[in-house]
């Protein structure tokens, strides 16, 4: 891992912003605030494997918050694992709070408020695991967050503690993991997040590819009146990546642009069939669209006849022109 931040290279009253400016400009906004009388003194590392990003930070005590509003400015939607190294800590989140002792375990997420104090010198282990890794189950370990697991927990949380320092270590060494390793690497750390965080028993860290495919067309749906509306906001939306929406979609025969436009179309068509009296501007922008022409001309490409002519086609027919 390499040295991000160290707040010995400042003077002392300039600490909390430096420190508050570097973790903003390196992961999100905090609020930091240093305990007792001692200078803020804190230091922090980093390095990656695979999509997972691994801290190392140390220290004297401090208090970190995180509100609604450093959550809106900018959010990694990751969820946090944490392995305390040394010293005491306290979390806090969604009116859960667990206090860590040395070689216990537990998570927070980037995406609601929350709370991180040390309580005396400290050294933590913080794992950075985005939720579109995760998948589904990222609701439901979310669930869990400021819960502590200890090491006299069961078997898992007994092997938790010596797999993550060992992986921080290879990250840390001169001879980093091939992309390979790191990826397999990361796969093993998502499996035992699911095990450590989730009531369910997990297969795998990913919902079913068909029931996900429904879901995702059920928020397409949902959505259609957002211009917006894109492979993006469907990953982001199902803690997946971009990548797997594109994949879901192909394998069903249709791309993703593809299969939103001809659902807006086909709203579209029924709306002016049976609201003859709405203007055609209006249909069109709640379906999607906020250009009329754009729409006008998606329409004839698809049905072979402008907006208005559709109207008087069917007037004439008394059905459907699709």
Excluded at 228 to 257: D, M, N
Excluded at 273 to 293: D, E, L, M
Aim: with cysteine.
């Amino acid at each position: 891992m390499s040295s991000v931040l160290d707040t010995r290279s400042v003077p002392p009253h300039d600490r909390q912003n430096y420190w508050s400016c570097g973790i903003a400009e390196h992961f999100f906004p905090i609020h930091i605030e240093a305990e007792g009388v001692a200078p803020l003194d804190l230091r922090l590392a980093s390095g990656q494997i695979g999509p997972v990003g691994i801290r190392f930070i140390q220290g004297l005590p401090h208090r970190v918050t995180r509100t609604p509003g450093m959550i809106t400015a900018a959010d990694p939607q990751c969820i946090l694992l944490y392995l305390l190294i040394r010293g005491v800590v306290h979390l806090e989140q969604d009116d859960r709070s667990c206090v860590l002792q040395p070689g216990d375990l537990a998570c927070q997420d980037t995406s609601s408020p929350s709370v991180f104090e040390s309580r005396e010198n400290f050294e933590v282990l913080v794992f950075s695991v985005p939720k579109w890794f995760i998948g589904g189950h990222a609701n439901k370990i979310t669930q869990h967050t400021a819960t502590r697991v200890g090491r006299d927990e069961g078997r898992l949380s007994l092997l938790a503690a010596p797999f993550l320092i060992n992986l921080a270590r290879t990250v840390s060494s001169s001879s980093r993991l091939p992309l390979r390793d790191g990826n397999s690497a990361a796969e093993m750390l998502l499996s035992m997040l699911n095990c450590l965080f989730d009531e369910e028993e997990i297969v795998s860290g990913h919902s079913h590819p068909e029931d996900l495919f429904t879901r995702m067309q059920l928020y397409a749906m949902e959505h259609l009146d957002d211009p917006h509306l894109g492979p993006e906001k469907i990953a982001q939306a199902h803690f997946v990546s971009t990548r797997y929406v594109h994949k879901l979609f192909a394998s069903s025969g249709s791309g993703v642009s593809a299969w939103i436009r001809q659902r807006r179309l086909e709203g579209a068509s029924e709306e002016l069939r049976c609201s003859p009296a709405t203007p055609v501007s209006t249909i069109a922008v709640k379906w999607g669209y906020r250009n009329p022409g754009s729409f006008s001309r998606a329409f004839r490409e698809r049905f072979g006849y402008a907006p208005r002519e559709a109207r008087q086609i069917s007037e004439i027919t008394g059905d459907s022109y699709q």
